[in-house]
């Protein structure tokens, strides 16, 4: 469990993000500290990817500041990965697992630099570490989509990052990706990456993270799941989107798998 | 049979001419990788049309027109690459618009020359075989400057062409690359038109790439196996247009268009010769193979 007087790894301040001209998260301001595991959960729409894109630079932070150990947002090319919810990439390009798992190296290599044996020592890791290393020398257009989801979280961890974003990693896979996610979360512990993960399942981010930051454009609560996930809380995130029973609150989403919170709240 | 090889090789012109095709060869095919790759096969096309404009200013001007060719081409290049990263419009739109507004200018001017120009003509269907020394340094010296940035930046091109959301969170600059890709590719077809002409250049772009790409499924042996395709395709092509007395140009695109059809038909497993092969053998054999999609 991170300790609150730790130096915080990672600082966001003030921060706001607009896509494609309105604004999504307002007035974002949070730190998470050294090796703190995050668990982002929020309605659809909340911009739960909208964050994760902005740390990685894909969308442009309007306000505000981002700090990474104390430097802002970009002096540092490599120490944030980010494994979107569904890779936009070309299929059928020739490029092996092998292949794909070693961009992750590329922005250490920098310019024009070839693959060191160092490198290939750290793809070989990353991909024993998903259970993938059988599949390292296939084009990845011949995976399944379990298997593809499990390369691209190979290729972040080859990234070496300090921080890790997972953009709903557990929608939609199979029970072994799955299972692997977590697998991965557990062993990133020791190592002190600091993790983000977005997901619809509010029952796994309150018994699998230290954690949990709830979102709707701006932070509606923020800090460990007892204190995170109250009835209050739910509701001022998800709005007419809940419904409140006996034993516990029933969120009912429109669109996504249907989150449900047991009845310790 | 080796006086038939080296009888055209008696010729000076026959001997640029082969120097300059297999040159050609090469570098169409290697960058032409990309072009199968990222379907730029239209952008390629229109690239090859918007140097008309340059070559026939350069007429007009009485200036070296293959460097008319090249000031156009890499205009249009970075006016693609300009457009469509404004985001309103898409790319392929963006190539649509300046690919015939620079042919029509090109129309345009070449209308105001009066006598009949043999050079313009060479421009539009290649002329291999009138190849000057000149000509041959100049495709030499841009030729190997495109294969050495194509060599040296192997790793940030695959990058932006397989993911370039990647590319940004690492913070390369993708949008430069693009572009850098795309002035690479204009001095590619520049280089080219000598030898296989506006109409035909887009052929020597994708014909080979798209050839070694039913062969391998990795990015370097393909652009190795497309480099000797191309190579292969020009020789082969150049022997045929001295014998038989056709169209240099021509009888190259149509030699590498017969190794596609021959590796398209009978590639290994996944050819359309070796699917009916298994389908006659029928049975259950033939039904699993068809599901499985591999062995036989």
């Known amino acids: ?265 | 049979m080796i006086t038939w090889l080296v009888k055209p090789l008696t010729y000076g012109f026959m001997q640029r001419g082969l120097a300059a095709a297999l040159m050609v060869g090469v570098l169409c095919a290697v960058v032409g990788c990309y072009v199968v790759l990222r379907s730029m096969a239209f952008l390629g096309d229109a690239l090859a049309h918007a140097v008309l404009p340059g070559v026939a200013l350069a007429y007009l001007l009485g200036a070296n027109l293959l460097i008319g060719a090249l000031i156009a081409a890499i205009a249009v290049a970075l006016g693609i690459g300009f457009f469509s990263r404004r985001g309103r419009i898409k790319e392929d739109t963006a190539i649509g618009i300046l690919f015939a507004a620079a042919l029509s200018l090109g129309v345009v001017l070449i209308s105001t020359i009066q006598t009949y120009a043999v050079d313009l003509t060479h421009i539009l269907f290649g002329n291999v075989l009138g190849v000057s020394g000149t000509d041959l340094w100049l495709t030499g010296v841009l030729g190997v400057v495109v294969l050495v940035v194509v060599a040296l930046l192997y790793k940030e091109f695959l990058l932006v062409s397989f993911d370039p959301v990647l590319g940004t969170t690492l913070r390369f600059p993708v949008g430069f690359l693009r572009t850098l890709l795309l002035i690479l590719l204009a001095l590619t077809i520049v280089v080219s038109l000598q030898t296989v002409g506006v109409g035909l250049v887009a052929a020597m772009l994708v014909t080979p790439g798209a050839t070694a790409y039913l062969l391998t499924r990795r990015l370097f042996p393909m652009m190795l196996l497309s480099a000797g395709i191309g190579a292969f395709s020009s020789l082969v092509g150049l022997y045929l247009s001295f014998y038989l007395d056709v169209a240099s140009g021509g009888a190259v695109v149509l030699t590498a268009t017969a190794v596609f059809l021959l590796v398209f038909l009978f590639v290994p497993r996944r050819g359309l010769v070796w699917a009916g092969v298994r389908r006659l053998r029928g049975g259950r054999e033939g039904q699993d193979a068809g599901l499985c999609g591999e062995g036989d």
């Not at chain 1, 998260?25 to 994760?52: E, I, M, R, W, Y």
């Not at chain 1, 290729?155 to 799955?178: C, K, N, S």
């Not at chain 1, 998800?238 to 989150?259: K, M, N, S, W, Y």
């Open chain 1, 1 to 265: 469990m991170p300790n609150e007087s730790d130096p915080a790894r990672l600082d966001l301040y003030r921060i706001s993000v607009a896509y494609n001209g309105t604004s999504v998260l307002c007035d974002v301001t949070l730190q998470v500290p050294h090796g703190a595991q995050v668990a982002v959960v929020g309605p659809n729409g909340a911009g739960k990817s909208t964050l994760f894109k902005a740390l990685v630079g894909l969308l442009p932070i309007q306000r505000g500041h981002v700090h990474i150990h104390g430097r802002s947002l970009g002096a540092h090319q490599d120490c944030v990965a980010y494994v979107p919810q569904r890779e936009e990439v070309d299929w059928h390009f020739p490029v092996t697992v092998a292949d794909v798992v070693m961009m992750g190296r590329y922005g250490r290599l920098g310019w024009v630099r070839r693959p060191r044996p160092v490198d290939r020592e750290i793809v070989a890791r990353s991909l024993e570490q998903l259970g993938i290393t059988d599949l390292a020398g296939r084009p990845v257009g011949d995976l399944s989509g379990g298997q593809q989801q499990r390369v691209f979280l190979a290729r972040a961890l080859a990234q070496e990052p300090h921080i890790l974003l997972m953009d709903e990693p557990f929608t939609g896979v199979d029970v072994a990706t799955q299972e692997a996610v977590l697998q991965l979360l557990e062993q990133l512990k020791p190592a002190d990456v600091t993790v983000m993960v977005s997901t619809h399942d509010l029952n796994l981010a309150a018994a699998r993270f230290g954690r949990v930051l709830l979102l709707n454009r701006r932070v509606v609560a923020y800090g460990v799941p007892e204190q995170v996930l109250t009835p209050t809380h739910i509701k001022e995130a998800f709005g007419g989107q809940v419904l409140f029973l006996d034993e516990g609150a029933v969120i009912v989403d429109r669109c996504c798998p249907t989150g449900t919170l047991g009845g310790s709240l």
